[in-house]
């Protein structure tokens, strides 16, 4: 495995394995690895040739009051975990060399960024849609992994490729939880044990609305209410949001009908945790 620090270097060595017929599967993250992170990998490993997995904290899709300096950050751990995994390269660039001096070009997929996490994070999912576009210009990948943990950040992905033209397939995996159901997240160490134990309030109450709908519940407003109530339960800093929205076009639904998806961001403590299902109504 080799770690890559420079984007003319890693465009090069990915250009020669191109020329061999090689397939390249990438996995974008911003390090503090886990098993939700592991699992994409893994899945990359056996489907291409070569496995890139980007490791930046990118700066522009955090707001100035977020988490940017104290994110996680444990890059020789990450290393090894990649080197387990059978990564050939690990693309580990610094923000001075993705935006330097003079940088003025932004990705913004409309609408789809204003929404759910969107509204409490303005400027963020520009940020996340303009690395992504520059890594997939530097790694020029085949295919693309992400994680429907990240749900709304996936849709805007798969549109901007579609949109954008862009020649790669987007794989979108599972979520990857722990025993309790908390679904695996770099944020979780911001956790205290108390709060660690309230968080499995989340997963409960998408399971709880997966059940309402299978009974046959279609009122969206109905289901929200029980969730919002067995949220609270918990004691949260913080409910964010609880929304049931269209899968595709993320617009709010009141009858429950074909696919939704049921997202919700909640804080606990110092961490703000996302989780969400998709639902057949
Ligand atoms: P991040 O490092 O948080 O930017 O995440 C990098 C990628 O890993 C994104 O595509 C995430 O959706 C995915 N990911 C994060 N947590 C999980 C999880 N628990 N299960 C599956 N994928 C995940």
New binding site residues.
């Given amino acids: 495995m080799k770690i890559i620090k420079s984007i003319k270097k890693i465009q090069q060595i990915l250009a020669k394995e191109r020329l061999k017929g090689r397939s390249i599967g990438f996995?974008?993250?911003?390090?503090?690895l886990?098993e939700?992170?592991l699992?994409?990998i893994r899945q990359a490993r056996r489907e291409n040739d070569i496995v890139v997995v980007s490791i930046f904290v990118n700066p522009t899709q955090f707001g100035p009051k977020e988490d940017f300096k104290k994110y996680p950050r444990n890059f020789k751990k990450d290393a090894l975990l990649c080197e387990k995994c059978g990564v050939d390269f690990i693309f580990y660039p610094d923000a001075k060399a993705m935006y330097p001096k003079g940088y003025k070009t932004y990705v913004n997929v409309e609408d789809l960024g204003n929404v759910l996490c969107g509204k409490s994070r303005p400027g963020h999912f520009k940020g996340v849609a303009t690395v992504v576009t520059k890594l997939f210009n530097i790694i020029g990948p085949d295919l693309a992994?992400?994680?429907?943990?990240?749900a709304q950040?996936?849709i805007i992905i798969k549109r901007m490729v579609e949109d954008l033209n862009m020649p790669l397939k987007i794989k979108v995996?599972?979520?990857?939880?722990e025993k309790d159901g908390l679904?695996?997240?770099?944020r979780n160490i911001y956790l205290n044990k108390k709060e660690r134990k309230a968080a499995t309030a989340l997963f409960h109450s998408l399971k709880a609305a997966e059940k309402f709908i299978k009974k046959g519940e279609k009122d969206a407003g109905k289901i929200i209410h029980l969730m919002r109530r067995m949220i609270q339960e918990a004691q949260p800093k913080k409910i964010d949001y609880i929304e049931i929205v269209d899968a595709q076009s993320l617009l709010p639904v009141k009858k429950i009908k074909g696919k939704v998806l049921i997202a919700l961001a909640v804080w606990f403590g110092k961490a703000r945790l996302i989780d969400n299902i998709i639902v057949h109504g």
Avoid: C
Avoid at 27 to 32: D, I, K, L, N
Avoid at 145 to 150: A, L
Avoid at 173 to 177: A, C, G
């Fill in positions: 996995v974008p993250t911003m390090g503090a886990h939700g992170h699992s994409l992994y992400f994680g429907s943990k990240d950040q996936a995996m599972p979520t990857v939880r679904a695996m997240s770099s």
